[in-house]
């Protein structure tokens, strides 16, 4: 059975390795796009969604551990 405490470090988680993958694209990113280096977008436009992605997959990986329902 999935505890709270591990509810609790799937947000930590999720939180942390979005907020500094999406971070890093971003940063990265932006920089090129100063540079006038326009491939640069391409790391900058999917920063969030990437980011968010993660969390999915770490939410998907806690959910396949709850017991099925039957």
């Known amino acids: ?6 509810i609790l470090i ?3 988680t999720a939180g ?4 500094l993958v999406g971070g890093l694209m971003l940063g990265i990113g932006l ?3 100063v540079q006038s280096v326009h491939i640069g977008w391409l790391l900058v436009l999917p920063a969030a969604p990437v980011a ?3 969390g999915y997959a ?3 990986r806690l959910a396949n551990r709850l ?3 039957q």
């Open 52 to 54: 968010g992605l993660l």
């Open 1 to 6: 059975m999935v505890t709270r405490a591990e």
């Open 58 to 60: 770490l939410a998907r």
């Open 10 to 12: 799937l947000g930590l």
């Open 16 to 19: 942390v390795v979005g907020s």
């Open 67 to 69: 017991p099925n329902p």
């Open 31 to 33: 920089g090129l796009v």
